[in-house]
């Protein structure tokens, strides 16, 4: 083991940890390494004024990491994220009301219509090919379509 690390105050460490938790919450965000992150910080503070046995941090920590993520989730309950676009990440519901070509007669209630560059699978009444059809609503990767 380096001696940096092993010659480190334990305050150091946990202030450390506290940062590294924080970044990790940048790269993989999901708000729970955050809490835990400013848990370390403010363990990594009371060490840093108060000298402290390891055994004690860590009980602080554990204390403070459980405090810190019951409050978090009590917030985000109260104060819930919400998105300015419902369809964020839902492609087929962003398409709802655009009118589209059909490249594929639709037979049976299945064919093909083209959107943007490419081709999506659209399930509707029967029409032939190169009939223009509105899309109503979005079924997984399959759009519902009728005649416009």
Known sequence: M?????????????????????????????????WVGAAAVVTGVIAWVVPLSIPFQLGIFAV???????????????????TTDPHLNQRGGRLVGEVLTVTKAIEDGRGRAKVGDGEWPVRGPDVAEGTKVRVVSADGGVLVVEPA
């Not at 480190?8 to 955050?34: C, D, R, T």
Request: aromatic share 16%.
């Open 2 to 34: 380096p001696d940096f690390i092993a010659n480190m105050e334990p305050h150091w460490a946990w202030l450390s940890l506290g940062v590294l938790l924080a970044a990790a919450e940048i790269v993989a965000p999901g708000f729970f390494l955050i």
């Open 64 to 82: 403070l990491a459980f405090v810190a993520l019951y409050g978090g989730r009590r917030w985000l309950k109260a104060n819930p994220i919400t």
